[in-house]
């Protein structure tokens, strides 16, 4: 009887209670694994929601960058044309110098040949008063030497108003070319700045760059841990 009472009925009545508290303990395992998978998904969805706000940052950042960049192309283009409009006025003043130079170098030849026949009048004139019978003489050679200080005169006043429409060109290309490089210093001075804010913005961009590899190795840590709860499931 008792022995019955043991096989048919304790037995039997043991193992149920057994397996029902395996079976619990599996359900709160389950239960522990569940809960820490939910919430490492939900922190990949906040470290992925991140780096999507980093991401649209960058977007922002980089369509400025190019806007900055196309703006220094125009300038650069811009300063390129006035520095070519300068060479050209540089080259035509150095031409007029070497023409102001071969005109002054001429009217030093014709002043050299004036004070050559002014020392010759001189001579011929003291000749005058010494020689009555040679005064003729003398007054006809004057006469000529006298026409041709004239002439040469006449040389040097055409010779000096060129010189002096010279001397306006070059003051109207000076002011030209002081003009083209003010300028060129605005554009320069916009290009720093434009150059400076590309700089802090690349700066912003390596820092959001480094907060979404720290987001990524998060996720990464996040998703081994789930493999791991998985795998337990």
């Known amino acids: 009887m008792v022995v019955l009472y043991w ?17 619990l303990r599996e359900d709160k395992e389950l239960d522990v694994c569940q809960s820490k998978i939910a919430a490492y998904q939900s922190k990949i969805v906040f470290c992925q929601s991140q780096i999507a706000a980093y991401q649209s940052k960058i977007a922002v950042y980089q369509s400025k960058i190019a806007a900055y960049q196309s703006k220094i192309a125009v300038y650069q283009s811009k300063i390129a044309a006035y520095q070519s409009k300068i060479a050209v006025y540089q080259s035509k003043i150095a031409v007029y110098h070497s023409k102001i130079v071969v005109y002054q170098s001429k009217i030093a ?18 000749k005058i008063a010494v020689y009555q019978s040679k005064i003729a003489a003398y007054q006809s050679k004057i006469a000529v030497y006298q026409s041709k200080i004239a002439v040469y005169q006449s040389k040097i006043a055409v010779y000096q108003s060129k010189i002096a429409v010279y001397h306006s060109k070059i003051v109207v290309y ?3 070319i002081a003009a083209y490089q003010s300028k060129i210093a605005a554009y320069q001075s916009k290009i720093a700045a434009y150059q400076s804010k590309i ?32 795998s337990k499931i």
């Open 7 to 23: 096989r048919y009925i304790l037995v039997p009545w043991r193992c149920a209670i057994l397996n029902e508290t395996a079976k």
């Open 109 to 126: 030849v014709y002043q050299s040949k004036i004070a050559a026949y002014q020392s010759k009048i001189a001579v011929y004139q003291s």
């Open 174 to 176: 000076q002011s030209k």
């Open 199 to 230: 700089a802090v913005y690349q700066s912003k961009i390596a820092v959001y760059q480094s907060k979404i590899a720290a987001y990524q190795s998060k996720i990464a840590v996040y998703q081994s841990k789930i493999a791991v709860y998985q």
